[in-house]
């Protein structure tokens, strides 16, 4: 019967115990302000339960009520301890008899076990435990020899102590797998709300990069497009579920993609590769990127993704060209300057003579186009010099009308020889800007001429000015004439290139450093065999 009431006594401590537990898994709120002392009260109150359960033998009073004593000092500490112990001594004294062992027992178990603790609070609760029974079992060994407490029975001694011994475990085993489980828990709240948090930054940069991201599996498909492909190339997430990397590729950079793929996949090294490719946007232009592609290993060790990070470097590419435009022109000039020092002077005798020499010989023969050769070598090395010697510029205020309306004024007789018409579009009735008249005459004299000579049969040159923005004005000049091939049109401006037969390719060139330095920008259209837009824009003054 005895070992029953045990066993009662051991199962009522183990909910007892357990249900508090339980219950803090599920509810989220602010700590109690001093928890400890609570904890304390709550194992007091078991201590009370415990009692009411105890076992009574030959007026002593016997129960497990120094477990939860033992596991509130080994894990809060002496002062929740204390609280317990006081409400498990105050609930003996009212039930039962035989005051002076609890009351001795109880002080001398209250003082050793806060000594103890100050040494062993280092150590890890579990051990505090081991600890604290064994102290206690002397404890309660010298009460029973001092009082003479049942001595002759010692199997009930064993019993109880084996009963607080088993409470002990049982406190000890439900409380450290509730932390440990407690632990386990929080750490995968924090595992997983890092994981989140990271993810986040990750689709944040993902999501807002102007780069393209791109991930190809081993099968070389892709199996993630970034956002920034919509706005970069056009296409709608939806189309590029359906489209490979090598629909997207130019012809002529598909080969060079795929063998540095595949030797990347076949690699056991992940070692990053830089490339350059064309990809095409959803409008038809090509766009040139440079691409950091970065091989990911799995599980076995095997490279098994690729992850590709594309620039856009157009703006690298036109900064590039400018450089090497601005290089080209300076060597241009440097050879002008050299070039137009040592013919001008010989070239000057040779048509003095020349034409000294036509005077007195009327009927030679050849005279004439020898003379306007000359004059073209002159022309050309005037150009020349216009190109390697920095004019001083005398900036005025100048309406854009009036500028063209003189230059069409001088080329009307040419293009009415050539059965030309010029047809003039004016948007305003004045266009002021800041510039150096005749430079910038300069620059409309050359695309007229030009325009005029793309159009041996005659036609119409359109000649357009309007305001395009409160500051700018645009100038185009459409002609009728035999067009430019898209593919040569970057190349108009260069240094001695031109797509006439005797062209020398300056008088383009010279126009565009003008623009360059009235602060403005030339374009170009064209198509073959239907004509030429050129669009001129200059800031207008205030």
Known sequence: MILFDYLVNLSIFSLLVSTPLIIRSFIKQTPLKKVQIWVGVYAGIVSIILILLAV?????????????????????????????????????????????????????????????????????????CVAFFGTYIVLYMCTVFTFHILLNQPLFHFQYLLFVMLGVIVGGLLIESNERLRRIVTERKYMERTLEESELKYRLIAENTSDLIMVLDGDCTVSYFSPSHQYVLGYQAYELEHMGLRELLHPEDEGIYMIAVERMFESKESRSVTMEFRLKHKDGPWIEFESHCKPVKGEVNRIEHIVIISRDISERRKAEEILLQSEKLSFAGQLAAGVAHEIRNPLTTIKGFLSLYKKEHASLKYSDLLLSELERIEIITSELLSLAKPQAVQLTRTDVKELLEYIVELLSPQAHMNNIQFIKVYGESCFPITCEQTRLKQVFLNILKNA???????????????????????????????????????????????????????????????????????????????????????????
């Open 452 to 542: 005029i000579e793309s159009m041996p049969e005659g036609g119409l040159i359109q000649i357009s000015l309007h305001k395009e923005a409160e500051e700018e004005c645009l100038v185009t000049i459409k002609d009728q004439g035999c067009g430019i091939p898209e593919e040569l049109l970057a190349k108009l401006g260069q240094p001695f290139y031109s797509l006439k037969e005797k062209g020398t390719g300056l008088g383009l060139m010279i126009s565009h450093r003008i623009i360059e330095q009235h602060n403005g920008s030339i374009n170009y259209q064209s198509k073959v065999n239907e004509g030429t837009l050129i669009e001129i824009r200059l800031p207008l003054a205030e």
């Open 56 to 128: 009574k033998q030959q007026g002593y009073s016997y129960d497990i009520r120094y477990a939860p004593v033992i596991l509130v000092f080994a894990y809060l500490g002496p002062i929740p301890g204390i609280v317990t112990g006081i409400l498990s001594l105050l609930t003996r004294l009212g039930s039962n008899g035989n005051w002076l062992p609890a009351i001795i027992g109880w002080a001398v178990i209250m003082f050793v076990f806060t000594i103890l603790h100050i040494y062993l609070r280092r150590i890890a609760p579990l051990i505090r």
